[in-house]
T-cell receptor, first 111, second 116 residues
Framework: RKEVEQDPGPFNVPEGATVAFNCTYS??????FFWYRQDCRKEPKLLMSVYSSGNEDGRFTAQLNRASQYISLLIRDSKLSDSATYLCVVNVKAAGNKLTFGGGTRVLVKP | DAEITQSPRHKITETGRQVTLACHQT?????MFWYRQDLGHGLRLIHY???????NKGEVSDGYSVSRSNTEDLPLTLESAASSQTSVYFC???????????????FGPGTRLTVL
């Protein structure tokens, strides 16, 4: 089983709609959680950190469920520019603060 | 502005040749990382360093080596390139001075390597 698993998609989303997707992690000792965004043939860039109480950044909302070991990302009022691959990233302190990346969820926003 | 750069951006080489990919950051970050990204595998850690003279193996380190002689650079060497090492390689760096939750990694633009 992979340490961090994501639905690869693609999620085809009409412009203006809401889309949500999850990521599961296997190591209960995981301490920090992030969503990165990766555009086609580009480097990953931090979208947002995920905090225990959940957090928002504009149209993006991230949630953490430690009991079920998953995090989620919700995008409201989707824009064409939101089309990208979203990478779920987990940090396990006991593993030397290295990040473990999921395979990514591809989102395609269409007019 | 501070940045992280990689060179070359594209490289074609032959099986058995030694190849070195450069990574240079100007943030004065302690931590540097090398990943490879392949379809179906996502980003996988090759080697990483927490400071000068420190290097550590990641999950896919076989056939690769790194050295850290200064803060700014972490070159990745493929000792004898193999076709299985055809991939996109990303270098990343992070400050490492705070708690893990703030230890954001910043990625370079990537090097696309083809081994024929």
């Amino acid at each position: 089983r992979k340490e961090v698993e994501q639905d690869p998609g693609p999620f085809n989303v009409p412009e203006g709609a809401t889309v949500a997707f999850n990521c599961t992690y296997s190591n209960s000792a995981s301490q920090s959680f992030f969503w990165y965004r990766q555009d086609c043939r580009k480097e990953p860039k931090l979208l947002m950190s995920v905090y225990s109480s959940g957090n928002e950044d504009g149209r993006f909302t991230a949630q953490l469920n430690r009991a079920s070991q998953y995090i989620s990302l919700l995008i409201r009022d989707s824009k064409l520019s939101d089309s990208a691959t979203y990478l779920c990233v987990v940090n396990v302190k006991a593993a030397g603060n290295k990040l473990t990346f999921g395979g990514g969820t591809r989102v395609l926003v269409k007019p | 502005d501070a940045e992280i750069t990689q060179s070359p951006r594209h490289k074609i080489t032959e099986t058995g040749r030694q190849v070195t990919l450069a990574c240079h950051q100007t943030w004065n970050h302690n931590n540097m990382f090398w990943y490879r990204q392949d379809l179906g595998h996502g980003l996988r850690l090759i080697h990483y360093s927490y400071g000068v003279q420190d290097t550590n193996k990641g999950e896919v380190s076989d056939g690769y080596s790194v050295s850290r002689s200064n803060t700014e650079d972490l070159p990745l060497t493929l000792e004898s390139a193999a076709s299985s090492q055809t991939s996109v390689y990303f270098c990343a760096s992070s400050d490492g001075g705070g708690p893990p939750s703030t230890d954001t990694q910043y990625f370079g633009p990537g090097t696309r390597l083809t081994v024929l």
